[in-house]
Nanobody, 124 residues
Framework: QVQLVESGGGLVQAGDSLRLSCAASGRTFSSYAMGWFRQAPGKEREFVAA????????YYADSVKGRFTISRDNAKNTVYLQMNSLKPEDTAVYYC?????????????????WGQGTQVTVTS
């Protein structure tokens, strides 16, 4: 079992930066690939970024590539999402997720564990 708690969301202006954190419980955090997803009102949950258990491999949605960076600190059981040059279309609830099944999943169904989400609102 893995429990995930996100933090760091907020209200910012376009062009600003935010760093989201996801703290995980459990002693096997380093054996899970981690992902960030987001869901805007009326839309399906979509992939944002993923990172392998070691941190050696990362994947990004085209919409955030070059602006967002995913990283992890296995000693702190935490995964991060650094978001730069934020746009109004980045507004959503952001969720972190964990999976033991794939190297770094990009699909919702590949993940077993989810956090409660943190709201990110970007104004123009």
């Amino acid at each position: 079992q893995v429990q995930l708690v996100e933090s760091g969301g907020g209200l910012v202006q376009a062009g600003d930066s935010l760093r989201l954190s996801c703290a995980a419980s459990g002693r096997t955090f380093s054996s899970y690939a981690m992902g960030w997803f987001r869901q805007a009102p009326g839309k399906e949950r979509e992939f944002v970024a993923a990172i392998s258990w070691s941190g050696g491999s990362t994947y990004y949605a085209d919409s955030v590539k070059g602006r967002f960076t995913i990283s992890r600190d296995n000693a702190k059981n935490t995964v991060y999402l650094q978001m730069n040059s934020l746009k109004p279309e980045d507004t959503a609830v952001y969720y972190c997720a964990a999976t033991p099944w794939v190297v770094a999943g990009t699909v919702v169904n590949e993940y077993d564990y989810w956090g409660q989400g943190t709201q990110v609102t970007v104004t123009s």
